[in-house]
């Protein structure tokens, strides 16, 4: 186990909070999402862990080691991104060679990497430029690309793709995902819903400070997806009579959401049992000689569980995840 | 091989922290004050106390307030690595924070060494050489490595606890002038000078350094030094301790 948190809390004046008995573990070679609003304690998640800041309730552990013990060792196995822009004030190539030096990355090895990581995050035209004057997507690149000078068994990322263009977000995804595979262990905090369904093994959601759930972004998406839309389209026109009747049907199914809706011919409607909803679609249109043109069903997605999740008091109970309603 | 943790912070201070301009400035300006006012005033007073000629009171002064310059220095690192996050980024990495304040002071020392150096340069020829014994260089030295823990560590603690670039580099400024010119680099405590003014020039540590590197510079040390001394090894200590106290609850919300 890489990284431990048993009840983990921080409050910067006892009646504040900014997190609150947080537990969770992270595994070698895993990406560990945590999602949340702004101000959901995300951050302070990642001060706590990197041991910037002492817990002031609760405790945990990082490579084994109780986090108020930790310090320069076990610092040296951790890479972070923060989430502030961090920089010093020489040249975008001489930043990563710097930061590899203050690494203790020997002088042959910090150059081939500089070469690597500007190359690998398209940063060579702007080499020789200071970092301050690039636009936010090129250097938040940078940065990424700096804290990837050092070797490390375990890399926070906080925020990492926040102005990054959709392409260079996508490369920056795919090459963490490949050193995942090679066994490093990332934590990694997002807006970015579809980033982290894409990214993360497990997810844990913040809300106000605690962690609401954690589990794979399908079993979140499963518990936590309050419906699934079903579109539902007819060969023919439906008479008044019959859209009231369908409409009491969907309404029925769709478990009282009051999402039913009506694109011209096209019925969409929201639904938490889709598959029951389809079946008793399909069987009111044999029985009333409507033919169906097209019914689909779209997956459910982080969003929903995310919105879900963050919309209810943080006192409600909830299952955890994988055990839906 | 691989340098120790407080030496690799030291090498970046140079390396990333400063810039030629602030240099210049930093280093420049007493130089050139040296140049002008040794000159100038000179002119004016035929004598200053035991040192003779106001240049050679000039000199020992302008090189004890070198102490000034490496601390403003060292403030002015340690502000902008809060502004750009690096203090943050560095304690996240292998790094314990008493040697990032460690490197700071290591920094600061270096910088009012070298100021020293250009000063004592920029003199010569015009003051002409100090007859020096080993003794008298290395309480020099070291009344100059006091006084810019002192200062140093004084800019950090206050870069510690304000938010507000604004607001430290003004306070940074007045008390840079408040204390240069609140002390004896440019001009003596004589009989005539007012008791108030007296009694802030001798609550100045910078008086105190001025006094001893002038000592040293005419050969005439006396118990007064010894005292100076330690006044300033004290002082030193309740700023470096103010500075490691302030790091170990530092706030790494955004500054401004």
Redesign the interface.
């Known amino acids: 186990m890489i990284v431990r948190a048993d009840k983990l809390g921080f409050a910067y004046r006892p009646d504040r909070f900014a997190v609150r008995r947080l537990s969770f573990e992270l595994y070698r070679g895993e990406v560990f999402g945590l999602l949340g609003r702004n101000g959901a304690g995300k951050t302070t998640t990642v001060?706590l862990l990197?041991?910037?800041?002492p817990p002031t309730e609760g405790g945990g552990t990082l490579f084994g080691k109780e986090l108020r013990a930790c310090?320069?060792?076990e610092?040296?196995r951790?890479g972070?991104v923060?989430q502030?822009?961090?920089?010093?004030?020489?040249s975008v190539e001489?930043?990563l060679r710097?930061y590899a030096?203050?690494?203790?990355v020997?002088r042959e090895t910090a150059k081939a990497r500089a070469e690597e990581m500007l190359e690998l995050f398209e940063l060579g035209p702007m080499r020789k430029r200071k970092p301050w004057g690039l636009s936010g997507g090129e250097r938040r690149r940078f940065q990424v690309a700096r804290e990837l000078m050092h070797d490390m068994e375990l890399l926070?990322l906080d925020e990492p793709t926040v102005g990054l263009d959709a392409l260079t977000r996508s490369r920056v995804l795919d090459y963490l995902a490949a050193r995942a595979r090679q066994g490093l262990s990332i934590v990694f905090t997002t807006h970015i819903l579809h980033e982290a369904d894409r990214l993360c093994q497990r997810i844990g959601v913040m809300h106000e400070g605690h962690l609401l759930t954690v589990g794979a972004p399908s079993e979140i998406k499963r518990t936590y997806s309050s419906a699934r839309t079903v579109e539902v389209e007819f060969q023919r026109a439906l008479t008044t009579p019959e859209q009231e009747e369908l409409r009491l049907l969907f309404t029925r199914r769709g478990e009282g959401l009051g999402t039913v809706e009506r694109r011209g011919d096209l019925f969409v409607v929201r639904s938490r049992n889709p598959e029951e909803l389809i079946a008793e679609v399909v069987r009111w249109a044999h029985a009333n000689g409507a033919g169906l043109q097209r019914i689909a069903l779209s997956e459910s997605t982080l969003e929903d569980a995310f919105v879900q999740l963050v919309s209810r008091p943080v006192d409600t109970p909830l299952l955890p995840a994988g055990e839906g309603p | 091989m691989t340098l120790p943790p407080v030496l690799r912070l030291v090498v970046r201070n140079f390396r990333a922290s400063i810039d030629p301009i602030t240099l210049l400035v930093m280093f420049g300006q007493p130089a050139f004050l040296i140049v002008i006012l040794g000159t100038m005033f000179s002119q004016l007073i035929p004598s200053v106390g035991a040192s003779g000629s106001y240049i050679a009171y000039l000199v020992p002064g302008i090189i004890a307030s070198q102490m000034i310059t490496g601390a403003i220095l060292a403030g002015r690192i340690f502000w902008l690595d809060r502004r750009w996050s690096m203090v943050e980024q560095i304690f996240s990495g292998p790094f314990r924070r008493s040697e990032y304040l460690a490197a700071l002071l290591l920094t600061t020392l270096l910088f009012a060494l070298v100021g020293v150096g250009l000063m004592a340069l920029v003199a010569l020829p015009l003051a002409g050489l100090p007859r020096l014994s080993g003794v008298e260089l290395l309480v020099i030295l070291g009344t100059i490595a006091l006084g810019a823990t002192f200062f140093g560590g004084l800019l950090v603690a206050l870069g510690a606890r304000i938010r507000s670039a604004n607001l430290y580099f003004t306070i940074q400024s007045l008390l840079q002038y408040f204390i240069v010119f609140l002390s004896t680099v440019y001009y003596p405590v004589t009989a005539k000078t007012p008791t108030i003014l007296k009694v802030v020039v001798y609550l100045n540590p910078l008086t105190y350094a001025a006094n001893t590197v002038r000592d040293a510079f005419t050969n005439s040390f006396g118990p007064s030094d010894l005292t100076a001394g330690a006044v300033l090894a004290g002082l030193a200590l309740i700023t470096f301790t103010l500075a490691a106290l302030s790091f170990r609850r530092l706030d790494f919300g955004p500054v401004q």
Do not use: M, P, Y
């Open positions: 001060r990197t041991t910037l800041l310090g320069r060792a610092r040296a951790i972070v923060l502030s822009e961090s920089l010093d004030f020489v001489e930043n710097l030096f203050l690494w203790g020997g926070f």
